[in-house]
């Protein structure tokens, strides 16, 4: 029959599942809930390890930190109870320092901010107490402001005003510090502190300030003197290690080249006189002989008397009275007494002064001047290593060549002989040069910590893939394959319905009845030839005696 007799009934409208955009929408939803268990699950297995940041702080100190935390996007979270703040084990210290630099946390001291929170009608008593411990939390934030100092408590003791003079008491003060880890304090920076907090409290003496460290040591104690009486100097110490470790590196430069880099070895010890001396010396001395004698000054007198000056005559009374008068004549041509009755006594005086010389000298000697080294140096023997063997031998220096090193050292090092400087200079083989060192024993994969931490990540990865496997194949699978096969039956395309006519159905019947019959026949002549080859194959002869029936039937 012709096409056109066959009547299509109109199909039923599609429901939103069965259209094309139906199908995408659920695939859609199927796959992103898919991929959502597998990102919380990868998340889950890349979930950081959180280590304390900071604890036991306070409120204030805590939400300028989260707030630090929040700006530098860092992820953090709380303990139990609130009392420390976590990070990732990986950044604990990076955030660490960081926070240091912002001055992060600043600790529980307050300072002159509590006097701006004063209540109407408080007492004085208070209102000292109040100030007493905002000068105690300004002073704490000063001196936490050094590198080394971590933490720092301040306690004040001021007395009252007494009226009377005799009954007044001094202040006192008490620093506790917390310094930080692998830092140390010297005694400058102690005498610093010191200062400042004396330097901030009215007539608090600088002696009455005290300062321990968080291990209880007194660092302001001033009762610690050496056997001279003098202060123990840290910086005087100090010194001393400078210019033995300069001495040793002069050395050792100097001597290495000739020798190799790790075949000297040197020490020094320097005796160093912090002694700061002055004199005033004033010395005299005789003139030296080739030199003439300076006169200074020189005096001399000469005195004598006549002979009318001696006293003679007849002692008595005659003598007392008057002279009569002359019986002799007076002529001019009278003869002269002797001399010696003439001359009188004489006396003469000399003195002669001479310049002695005089030394005046004032002399300084500063502090820090050596007084005495001692340098020891030892070198090791030279190796030679065989060309054609690659054996290493060992050969002692010659005489020469350690006089050489002798001379350099003494150069190096400013020897003096005047000063009570010894040297000694030694050849001598160092322990292990004429073996090869050992190789440090390798270390066994399984406490390798590169490998450790690799095996942590591979079985986080695997620990992930196995979870994943498990909810697709236990529970996504499962739930999705009925749901995949009736949107694939909602999906399928209905096929049309078809009214046909009694003549068109017998004639349908008939082509499916022909059909079948071409069928049943095609398949017993199919049966009948696999019987014959089978037959041929098995019975040959029969199936000869066969064929010449056959033919003889045919002629």
């Known amino acids: 029959m012709a096409a056109a007799d066959t009547l299509t009934l109109p199909t039923e409208p599609q429901s939103f599942l069965q259209t094309a955009f139906g199908r995408n929408i659920l695939l859609g939803v199927v796959g992103a809930v898919v991929l959502a268990v597998m990102v919380a699950v990868w998340m889950w297995s890349q979930q950081p390890e959180y280590r304390v940041l900071f604890a036991n702080y306070s409120d204030k100190d805590g939400g300028a930190i989260t707030a630090s935390l929040d700006q530098m996007g860092v992820k953090y979270k709380f303990s139990e109870g609130g009392s420390a703040i976590l990070v990732a084990s990986n950044v604990v210290h990076d955030v660490r320092l960081k926070l240091a630099a912002q001055g992060l946390p600043k600790g529980g001291n307050v300072g002159f901010e509590l006097m701006e929170n004063q209540k109407l009608g408080v007492s004085q008593f208070l209102e000292q107490v109040n100030y007493q411990r905002s000068l105690e939390g300004e002073l704490a934030r000063s001196i936490q402001s050094l590198a080394a100092v971590s933490t720092a408590r301040v306690h004040l003791a001021l007395p009252k005003p007494q009226v009377f003079v005799r009954d007044q008491q001094k202040p006192t003060a008490s620093v506790l510090l917390n310094l930080q880890t692998g830092r140390t304090i010297d005694a400058a920076q102690v005498s610093a502190i010191v200062h400042l907090v004396a330097s901030s409290v009215p007539e608090l003496a600088p002696a009455s300030v005290t300062v321990v460290d968080q291990a209880g040591n007194l660092l302001s104690d001033t009762s610690n003197k050496s056997a001279t009486g003098k202060n123990l100097d840290p910086n005087q110490l100090k010194y001393v290690v400078q210019l033995q470790q300069g001495i040793v590196n002069q050395v050792q430069s100097l001597i290495e080249p000739l020798v190799g880099k790790g075949n000297v070895r040197a020490e020094a010890t320097a005796d160093v006189d912090f002694a700061q001396t002055d004199t005033a010396a004033e010395s005299y001395k005789p003139n030296s002989p080739p030199e003439p004698q300076a006169i200074r000054s020189q005096q001399s007198s000469e005195a004598g008397a006549?002979?009318?000056?001696?006293?003679?005559?007849?002692?008595?009374?005659?003598?007392?009275?008057?002279?009569?008068?002359?019986?002799?004549?007076?002529?001019?041509?009278?003869?002269?007494?002797?001399?010696?009755?003439?001359?009188?006594?004489?006396?003469?005086?000399?003195?002669?002064?001479?310049?002695?010389?005089?030394?005046?000298?004032?002399?300084?000697?500063?502090?820090?001047?050596?007084?005495?080294?001692?340098?020891?140096?030892?070198?090791?023997?030279?190796?030679?290593?065989?060309?054609k063997t690659s054996k290493v031998t060992i050969k002692a220096l010659t005489a020469a060549e350690v006089a050489q090193i002798n001379d350099?050292?003494?150069?190096?090092?400013?020897?003096?002989?005047?000063?009570?400087?010894?040297?000694?200079?030694?050849?001598?083989?160092?322990?292990?040069?004429?073996?090869?060192?050992?190789?440090?024993?390798?270390?066994?994969?399984?406490?390798?910590?590169?490998?450790?931490?690799?095996?942590?990540?591979?079985?986080?990865?695997?620990?992930?893939?196995?979870?994943?496997?498990?909810?697709w194949f236990r529970f996504l699978s499962p739930l999705l394959r009925p749901l995949m096969r009736k949107i694939d039956k909602l999906t399928a395309d209905p096929a049309p319905v078809v009214v046909e006519t009694e003549e068109e159905a017998i004639e349908h019947q008939l082509e499916e009845q022909e059909a079948a019959v071409a069928v049943q026949v095609q398949s017993g002549y199919r049966d009948n030839l696999m019987m014959a080859k089978k037959l041929a194959t098995d019975d040959p002869r029969v199936v000869a005696n066969v064929v010449k029936a056959w033919v003889g039937a045919n002629e």
Request: neutral net charge.
């Open 306 to 387: 006549g002979a009318a000056g001696n006293p003679s005559g007849v002692p008595g009374a005659l003598s007392n009275q008057p002279p009569g008068a002359a019986t002799a004549p007076i002529t001019a041509g009278a003869p002269a007494a002797p001399a010696a009755a003439a001359a009188g006594p004489t006396r003469k005086d000399s003195t002669t002064n001479f310049e002695v010389d005089k030394t005046v000298r004032y002399e300084q000697k500063p502090m820090g001047g050596i007084k005495r080294l001692s340098v020891g140096v030892v070198v090791n023997y030279r190796r030679l290593v065989d060309p």
């Open 408 to 471: 350099l050292v003494r150069e190096a090092m400013g020897f003096n002989k005047e000063r009570g400087d010894t040297l000694n200079v030694t050849n001598a083989p160092f322990d292990g040069v004429d073996r090869p060192e050992d190789p440090p024993a390798a270390t066994p994969w399984w406490r390798d910590s590169s490998n450790i931490d690799m095996a942590k990540e591979i079985g986080k990865f695997m620990l992930a893939a196995v979870v994943l496997l498990f909810l």
